[in-house]
Nanobody, 123 residues
């Protein structure tokens, strides 16, 4: 059974940083594409970043230069380092994974999801 568990969210002031983690069981992250999405209240879930099994990374324009996705294969864990946070970054952040032939920013392309971790940025 595949399980993804996110952690690391919290309340932070604008300009601050957090490190989100996503630990997987039931599959090996390094074989799959892993992504982070976020969903703010009243808004659709949106793509944040992804990392393919090749190591290639992709970012939404809104987070380029501020967020970094990385992985630790030994721990079967993927991270999202979020820096220079803004109030508009406030959302529930979700980890997702799937066997993708091509990079995708669509949530429907990913078959496995975590429960999410809340990030709240105060101004």
């Amino acid at each position: 059974q595949v399980q993804l568990v996110e952690s690391g969210g919290g309340l932070v002031q604008a300009g601050g940083s957090l490190r989100l983690s996503c630990a997987a069981s039931g599959l090996t992250f390094s074989w799959y594409t892993v992504a982070w999405f976020r969903q703010a209240p009243g808004k659709e879930r949106e793509f944040v970043a992804s990392m393919r099994n090749s190591g290639s990374t992709y970012y939404a324009d809104s987070v380029k230069g501020r967020f970094t996705i990385s992985g630790d294969s030994a721990k079967n864990t993927v991270f999202l380092q979020v820096n220079s946070l803004k109030p508009e970054d406030t959302a529930v952040y979700y980890c997702a994974t799937g066997s993708l032939l091509f990079p995708s920013t669509r949530a429907s392309a990913y078959g496995y999801w975590g429960q999410g971790t809340q990030v709240t940025v105060s101004s």
